[in-house]
């Protein structure tokens, strides 16, 4: 079965540092890995996905990811963290279920940038 | 493009009531999903509408039930509601075309409190 881990559930970042929200993936077949943020009490807003080709994909927001197939692993990425850049983040897989796609999602980092 | 759009956004209702939660696709979506996002946790998938008809469904029991309309609109209903149904719900739309790598939008959610 499809999964993802998150395994931490809080990352603390000081504005203009880099940023790094981990997640590491369990498929069988090509993966297909997305990237979520969650304000809140809002819904879930795209940032990236991974398809297939190039390892490192550019999302919104200067957000980027970096596709590990050896280390089974799809790390968010940020050259610089911004304070408005705390919400939650999920990883999620696609998984393709009698021809429909749904989303395995992991339990969500909380990521916290201070001024 | 008004997005996925859902109402209401808050719901207080009591123990062993029905509630029924709405949702709009966003404009060229013709499926949609349901998922529960209880609090400190990920989405969970409840169930998937195209055609008018549930195409999967997560791991959740009969009292969660949809439907969708003709125009693409969907409906989650939940009898006999507990206090373990109190969470956020989300709905989400994509392009069945699009397949596993397509990215779905979410609304904002329901907040559903059961008391």
């Known amino acids: 079965a499809q999964s993802v881990a998150q395994p931490e559930d809080q990352v603390n970042v000081a504005e203009g540092n880099p940023l790094t929200v981990k997640c590491t993936y369990s498929v069988s077949g090509n993966p297909y890995l997305f990237w979520y943020v969650q304000y809140p009490n809002r819904g879930l807003q795209f940032l990236l996905k991974y398809i297939t080709g190039d390892n490192l994909v550019k999302g919104s927001y200067g957000f980027e990811a970096e596709f590990n197939k050896s280390q089974t692993s799809f790390h968010l990425k940020k050259p610089s963290a911004l304070v408005s850049d705390s919400a939650l983040y999920f990883c999620?897989?696609?998984?393709?279920?009698?021809?429909?796609?749904?989303?395995?999602f992991g339990t969500g980092t909380r990521l916290l940038v201070s001024p | 493009d008004a997005g996925v759009t859902q109402s209401p956004t808050h719901l207080i209702k009591t123990r062993g009531q029905q509630v029924t939660l709405r949702c709009s696709p966003k404009?060229?979506?013709?499926?949609v999903s349901w998922y529960q996002q209880a609090l400190g946790q990920g989405p969970q998938f409840i169930f998937q509408y195209y055609e008018e008809e549930e195409r999967q469904r997560g791991n959740f029991p009969d009292r969660f039930s949809g439907h969708q309309f003709p125009n693409y609109s969907s409906e989650l209903n939940v009898n006999a509601l507990l206090l373990g149904d109190s969470a956020l719900y989300l709905c989400?739309?994509?392009?069945?075309?699009?397949?596993?790598?397509?990215?779905?939008?979410f609304g904002q959610g329901t907040r559903l409190t059961v008391v």
């Open positions: 989400a739309s994509s392009p069945v075309w699009g397949g596993e790598n397509t990215e779905a939008f």
């Open positions: 404009s060229g979506h013709d499926t």
């Open positions: 999620a897989v696609s998984h393709m279920n009698t021809g429909f796609q749904k989303l395995v």
